[in-house]
């Protein structure tokens, strides 16, 4: 059976990967274009591009953090655990968001 937080570790180091890649794209062709982006009529621009690819990378790294997170959970005992009322967090939740810190009742 597969660890599921190394599975979710595993989707997120794929995704900063790919990300990064993309980022570095835009940057890389934002530089090499000396076009107009902010007056072009077609689409987005370059910089809401850039934005949007950079949120969605520290995105990323935020659920590399939870997960780690979670390990250190697990090796002190509280993983699966709720932070805010200490009661269980449902297998469903944890199967759902393995890096989960509280149950589904609390906010």
């Given amino acids: 059976m597969t660890d599921p937080l190394?599975?979710?570790?595993?989707?997120a180091r794929e995704r900063v990967e790919a990300l990064s890649a993309q980022l570095a794209g835009i940057v890389e062709t934002a530089s090499a274009s000396a076009g107009d982006d902010e007056h072009d009529p077609?689409?987005?621009?370059?910089?809401?591009?850039?934005a949007q690819v950079a949120a969605l990378l520290a995105a990323a790294h935020h659920d590399l953090t939870e997960i780690e997170a979670a390990r250190v959970r697990v090796t002190v005992g509280t993983y699966g655990v709720c932070e805010r009322c200490g009661?269980?967090?449902?297998?469903?939740r944890l199967e759902?968001?393995?890096?989960?810190?509280?149950?589904?009742?609390c906010p």
């Fill in 6 to 11: 190394e599975a979710a570790a595993s989707e």
């Fill in 42 to 50: 077609e689409g987005q621009t370059v910089a809401y591009d850039r």
């Fill in 87 to 92: 009661r269980p967090i449902a297998p469903e």
């Fill in 96 to 105: 759902a968001r393995p890096a989960a810190r509280a149950c589904v009742t």
